[in-house]
């Protein structure tokens, strides 16, 4: 998962040194195992495996904990005080949200984590949001627009953290979406009032909010050009310091790099 500012789809590779991990096969097989045959066994195997301390954590190994771990598995550790734990499983509610009978709850859920003080929580529910949207696009599209236009920076984040996957916007309501999703974020954090209450936690959401936009509008431009680079010239137009740093933050990114120089527009923002 990399450091707070990273999309949720970082990579999850060991550290130069350190021994590869196993196929995510494996870890489905050996899972599926243990849920059958001691469950009560898993939080220590998915804690020994996690890589953490680290500079990453397991991802493959809690994509293979959401894919398959039971309901009320999911719940505790979505409740733990561990953080690796809790991620494994507020990503897992992500499954557990495709259920009807799961939903309210699972959502519910969701919302809390995208605002857990601990930032892979945060991280874990965006990853849930898109295991959502791998099964039921129409579903994530709906918490994504709905989180969005909240007007709570916590949830913005996630919603752009989820819907900014190249994987799935493959199709031109997502891609719709996820423009939508970056303007509303980027108008929210430019508009945001004085800080009036709780200002630490006000400029930590501050704060991750304008790193998913650092990379979140590229993401959206790569998949639709024409209407992304619209908005954004809009957005480059703009002397506040904050979209300034969003725009320049956005132009490292090669998939925007690229996207320019297709449009002859390499120099001509930013």
Known sequence: MGDPGTPARAAA???????????????????????????DAVPGYLSSRSGLPGPRAN???????????????????????????AFCGTEGLGRLALDPSD???????????????????????????????????????????????AADAWLARAALAAICEPR????????????????????LML??????????????????????LGYGWSVAIAASPEEGLAAFRTLSASENPDARWIVRSNLTKARLRTVLAEHNLWGALG
Not at 61 to 81: M, R, Y
């Open 13 to 39: 590779n060991a550290a130069p040194g350190t021994a590869a991990r196993p196929d995510p096969a494996d870890h489905l097989a050996t899972l599926t195992e243990m849920f059958a045959r001691d469950p």
């Open 59 to 85: 991802l493959p190994l809690a994509d293979a904990f959401a894919a398959t771990a039971p309901a009320d598995l999911i719940w505790s550790l979505a409740e733990s005080a561990d953080e690796y734990l």
């Open 103 to 149: 939903r309210p709850g699972a959502l519910a859920a969701l919302r809390r984590a995208a605002a857990d003080e601990r930032w892979r929580v945060r991280e874990g529910a965006a990853r849930a949001l898109q295991l959502v949207g791998d099964a039921d696009p129409e579903l994530m599209h709906g918490v994504v627009d709905e989180w969005s236009n």
């Open 168 to 187: 799935l916007l493959q199709t031109r309501p997502a891609q719709e979406l996820a423009l939508r999703t970056c303007d509303r974020a980027t108008a």
């Open 191 to 212: 508009g945001s009032g004085p800080i009036v209450t709780d200002p630490a936690r006000a400029r930590e959401a501050h704060r991750v909010l304008r790193q998913a």
